[in-house]
């Protein structure tokens, strides 16, 4: 315990690296998530065959083994064509690699839940807002949107509660998170079951935070909705 107390916070400084990792993951996967979604809705052809392919494809693959393809393989790229241009070695920023390489893996399962919440609004809304005269952009932001985020909150909340968990992923492309802090203290002082149950512990906290606060935010866009009765 002493040594724990003497390596709290360094950990707890690590763990505002988990967080940043994990809100600038889940921006860059909602964008994702959004443009995958009416990809798959529209009508275009070739739209909803990159978008299916997309989901089809990083579903199916491990994260691990995508952190570290498009980590090591997207680095090895843009340093060969660098190389091609005339450029000094470039080496990605971890945080930026670990950041986008989490959004892009998690936008497949967002476009998923957007899509199903998409689905859930009565088509006629959509078509009285054309009949009255608005763009389709205007029917999307002002009829269609406000009521997805309803239906898509618990799939959201899903797939945020394991994005946090899957942040530990960047520990392994060096960046220094709250896994990479215990390892290393681990490393130092012999004890992995303190250090790793306190992470674990930490975890628990974050996630169970989580839970109660989007639970408020189903509550909020939920107003005025008749639950069902069984």
Known sequence: MPM????????????L?????????????????????LAKL?????????????????????DLVLMLALFYGGQALVNDIGLRL?????????????SL??????????TETFRGAFLAIPKG???AGLAYGMSGFQVLWHITLPQMIRHAIPGFANNWL??????????????????????????????PFTFYAAVAAIYLAVTT??????GQVEKRFSLGVRKAVL
């Open 42 to 62: 529209s009508s275009e052809r070739g739209a909803q065959a990159v978008a299916g392919t997309y989901t089809t494809l990083i579903r199916s693959i491990p």
């Open 162 to 191: 394991v994005m946090v968990k899957a942040s530990a992923l960047v520990s392994i492309i060096g960046l220094d998170d709250m896994v990479h802090r215990a390892s290393l203290a681990t490393a130092a002082t012999a004890q």
């Open 4 to 15: 724990l107390i003497e390596y709290l916070p360094i950990l707890l400084d690590g763990l």
């Open 101 to 110: 390489t989490l959004g892009f893996i998690y936008g497949a399962y967002l």
């Open 125 to 127: 809304q959509a078509e």
């Open 17 to 37: 690296t988990t967080l940043s990792v994990s809100l600038v993951s889940l921006s860059i996967a909602s964008l994702f998530g959004l443009a995958g979604a």
């Open 86 to 98: 005339g450029w000094d070695y470039i080496d990605i920023d971890p945080f930026l690699a670990g």
């Open 209 to 214: 935070v989580s839970i109660l606060a989007l």
